[in-house]
């Protein structure tokens, strides 16, 4: 089975702020590790997807890394702005299902002005 | 930009009646995915289809949930006879392939009363 972690639960920061939002993973046999954003009572907006084989990918001020063997993800939020605030969730597969993601609890991050 | 789209976005039943869910997934996708998430908890995963058959399901997808795709566009989700407990938010999803990125939809949050 695979447990997904996210810490921290919640984070509020100021305006310009850098911010790391951390994911763990149980099982490191993955294909892919996938950053979703959920803006409250709404769908997951995917910000982006590494593939096993990649260590880093990066989407405007968003630079996510993957380290497989430890089991660890983080996401990188540069210049954040008070329109991030949303709650960030991280999925894994898991090699031996075909494409059924596992969910954290997620971050949920406020940006204040 | 292409996308999932779920209808309806809300939906008020009694329980013991039976509700169909409605997606459109991308239209090149292969894979389509249902995932609920109660309110406060995480992104939990239904079942998965793929070539016209479920190609996996957790222990919540009972006998009570069975999913089809009437023809070339939607996919939709019945639950037989509802509970309350079935209160959730339900997304769609859908990818290319099982190892590429998934696409969610905006949901459509089922009140049971």
């Known amino acids: 089975k695979q447990e997904v972690t996210q810490i921290p639960a919640a984070l509020s920061v100021p305006e310009g702020e850098n911010l790391v939002l951390n994911c763990s993973f149980t099982?490191?046999?993955?294909?892919?590790l996938q950053w979703f954003r959920q803006d409250p009572g709404k769908g997951l907006t995917s910000l982006l997807l590494?593939?096993?084989?990649?260590r880093e990918q990066t989407s405007g001020r968003l630079n996510a890394s993957l380290d497989k063997s430890s089991g660890r993800s983080t996401l990188y939020i540069a210049a954040s702005q008070p329109g991030d605030s949303a709650t960030y969730l991280c999925a894994v597969d898991r090699g031996s299902t075909l494409g059924r993601l596992y969910f954290g609890r997620g971050t949920q991050l406020t940006v204040w002005p | 930009e292409p996308e999932v789209t779920q209808t309806p976005s809300h939906q008020v039943t009694q329980m013991g009646q039976e509700v169909i869910l409605r997606c459109v997934p991308i239209?090149?996708?292969?894979?389509f995915y249902w995932y609920r998430q109660i309110l406060g908890q995480k992104v939990e995963f239904l079942v998965s289809?793929?070539?016209?058959?479920?190609?996996?399901k957790s222990e919540i997808f009972d006998d009570q949930f069975s999913v089809e795709r009437p023809d070339g566009s939607n996919f939709t989700l019945k639950i037989r006879s509802t509970k309350l407990e079935d209160s959730a938010m339900y997304f769609c999803?859908?990818?290319?392939?099982?190892?590429?990125?998934?696409?969610f939809g905006q949901g459509t949050r089922l009140t049971v009363v």
């Open positions: 999803a859908s990818s290319r392939d099982y190892d590429t990125e998934a696409f």
């Open positions: 289809f793929y070539n016209n058959e479920i190609s996996e």
């Open positions: 099982d490191s046999a993955i294909y892919n």
């Open positions: 590494i593939q096993s084989s990649q």
């Open positions: 239209s090149n996708h292969l894979y």
